[in-house]
T-cell receptor
């Protein structure tokens, strides 16, 4: 079992649907992240949670709504998405807040296709 | 703006040979961290090696080593004795000290031929 697990691995949704991506980390970390990976573009940091508190939101559209109920779980709620939101969404966690030299561990990602 | 540039979209190497992946970055900070991540077809990003900017000594991890040139803002990754399992996308990443930011390059796809 990997340290950071994401479900579902693949998701196809219509533009009017509401769905959620789930992330769970089994490493005892207290910081969690959502990244977006699009083709031929650098990974983009979307959200950072530290001790269940959102500490950074990199100007992400409101159609993406994160939720961190505890330090082990992170959700990304999706609604009224656009086709350009199709991408690989990566969850990650680290021991301390930020890279600070702390290794960030990634999940395997959730492939999202918006039709 | 802080940016990371990987100028080689694709590289290839023969098994057991050595390959070097290039990375340059732009920053006005003096304290920061640099990373190389590997993303195999499974898509899970795995940390390969990291370097603290205040350390002059180049980091090494088994067959992986870096050539860190702070003045030139260059951070290349050398893979020695390449193995088929090294085939993956490799991402260079930069993190300013005491922040949550991890800024990635666009990646280099490495192919390893038997």
């Amino acid at each position: 079992e990997t340290g950071v697990t994401q479900t579902p691995r693949h998701l196809v949704m219509g533009m009017t649907n509401k769905k959620s991506l789930k992330c769970e980390q089994h490493l005892g970390h207290n910081a969690m992240y959502w990244y977006k990976q699009s083709a031929k573009k650098p990974l983009e940091l979307m959200f950072v949670y530290s001790l269940e508190e959102r500490v950074e939101n990199n100007s992400v559209p409101s159609r993406f709504s994160p939720e961190c109920p505890n330090s082990s779980h992170l959700f990304l709620h999706l609604h009224t998405l656009q086709p350009e939101d199709s991408a690989l969404y990566l969850c990650a966690s680290s021991q301390g807040r930020g890279a600070l030299g702390n290794t960030i561990y990634f999940g395997e990602g959730s492939w999202l296709t918006v039709v | 703006a802080q940016t990371v540039t990987q100028s080689q979209p694709e590289m290839s190497v023969q098994e057991a040979e050595t390959v070097t992946l290039s990375c340059t970055y732009d920053t006005s900070e003096s304290d920061y961290y640099l990373f190389w991540y590997k993303q195999p077809p499974s898509r899970q990003m795995i940390l390969v090696i990291r370097q603290e900017a205040y350390k002059q000594q180049n980091a090494t991890e088994n067959r992986f080593s870096v050539n860190f040139q702070k003045a030139a803002k260059s951070f290349s990754l050398k893979i020695s004795d390449s193995q088929l399992g090294d085939a993956a996308m490799y991402f260079c990443a930069y993190s300013p000290y005491n922040t949550d930011k991890l800024i990635f390059g666009t990646g280099t796809r490495l192919q390893v031929f038997p």
